[in-house]
């Protein structure tokens, strides 16, 4: 072949109209991503954009809209626990899942009820 797939650039997850602030506080104040500016025409569609490593989450303006309930991201993680207890903390929900040999992992929703794989291999 003459191409090839390098890496997944980002993850574009819905929101409904006027929900940037909710997402700011999830995605930063309790998941720790750093917001990242939509560069141009973009920002005036609304949404928002988030980063952490060389990954980035976007947040998309959809209407009518529709959470995503079986596809999701899935994000790798060091201390689960710690991050259990930090979402506790902050009154955030989430399942605890064994089905996957080797790995210790949750699902938790965004505020727009988006379903996210959070997971630590052992």
């Known amino acids: 072949m003459s191409f090839a797939f ?3 650039d980002h993850v574009q997850l819905a929101a409904p109209i006027g929900s940037e602030t909710i997402a700011r506080k999830f995605f930063c104040e309790i998941l720790g991503f750093q917001e990242v500016e939509k560069p141009g025409i973009l920002g005036k569609r609304g949404g ?6 060389t990954y980035q989450i976007h947040i998309g303006i959809e209407e009518p809209f529709a959470p995503a309930k079986k596809a999701h991201p899935a994000f790798q993680v060091e201390n689960l626990e710690a991050l259990k207890m930090h979402l506790t903390k902050n009154e ?3 399942i605890v899942d064994t089905d996957l040999p080797g790995a210790n992992r949750i699902y938790v929703h ?3 009820g988006n379903r996210i ?3 630590e291999w052992i």
Not at 48 to 53: A, K, N, R, T
Request: proline fraction near 6%; glycine fraction near 6%; hydrophobic fraction near 55%.
């Open 117 to 119: 794989e959070i997971l």
């Open 48 to 53: 928002v954009w988030f980063q952490f490593g």
């Open 110 to 112: 965004d505020p727009f």
């Open 92 to 94: 955030i929900n989430f």
């Open 6 to 8: 390098k890496s997944i």
